[in-house]
């Protein structure tokens, strides 16, 4: 893939087992140490069990899984908290990257970042991030997290043809505004994480 305008990733958060093969993939690709994942599932539940007077004990319990990397956002927050520099947005495919050979581990990134993308590591003092598997692109085949998902629950491409073909949600229950960053992402809600 090449000469591309802005990627994107789209995530079908109805599919999603919550298996983190995409996780695994990711960090094995990358040679991530333990605690540092580009990728992350999350899992959130809420709900109670309500006592009925005649039922008994009925539940209104509700789960869903969403996996979550970089979104390569149209406004990162990443960028401009980097004091040297060391972050910039391909101006051709919009991916956000970290320049380790430039990095100097302030963390600025990491707390700027209101999707925990840029990940810290302590034996480098660098942070470092989701690339889109820029590398695996070039060679004509799938970002890791994409090509391992048993469900098919992750795609990616150019975002305006991922909004064309699967609407324009990017945020659901328990993230945070899309106005922040504008990510570059796409979701089709599971229905109990629909705003």
């Given amino acids: 893939m090449s000469n591309l305008a802005q990627l994107g990733f789209y995530i079908n958060q109805s599919l999603c087992i919550g298996c983190k093969a995409c996780a695994v993939s990711c960090k094995d690709k990358n040679n991530l140490d333990v605690g540092i994942n580009f990728r992350r599932v999350y899992n959130h539940e809420d709900g109670t069990f309500v006592q009925q007077?005649?039922?008994?004990?009925?539940?209104?319990?509700?789960?869903?899984?969403?996996?979550?990397?970089?979104?390569?956002?149209?406004?990162?927050?990443?960028?401009?908290?980097?004091?040297?520099?060391?972050?910039?947005?391909?101006?051709?495919?919009?991916?956000?990257?970290?320049?380790?050979?430039?990095?100097?581990?302030?963390?600025?990134?990491?707390?700027?970042?209101?999707?925990?993308?840029?990940?810290?590591n302590k034996k480098v003092f660098k942070s470092d991030k989701c690339d889109f598997c820029i590398d695996l692109q070039k060679k004509d085949e799938e970002p890791v997290c994409v090509s391992t998902c048993p469900m098919r629950a992750i795609e990616f491409g150019p975002i305006k043809e991922l909004r064309k073909k699967y609407g324009s949600i990017s945020q659901i229950k328990g993230m945070p505004s899309d106005s922040i960053t504008h990510p570059n992402i796409v979701i089709t809600p599971h229905k109990d994480a629909k705003l």
């Fill in 53 to 120: 007077p005649l039922s008994g004990i009925v539940h209104n319990i509700k789960a869903f899984y969403f996996t979550i990397a970089c979104n390569h956002c149209t406004q990162p927050k990443c960028i401009p908290s980097c004091p040297v520099g060391a972050i910039s947005k391909n101006k051709e495919n919009g991916v956000v990257t970290i320049d380790q050979g430039v990095c100097k581990g302030t963390q600025l990134c990491v707390k700027a970042c209101p999707y925990g993308a840029p990940q810290y």
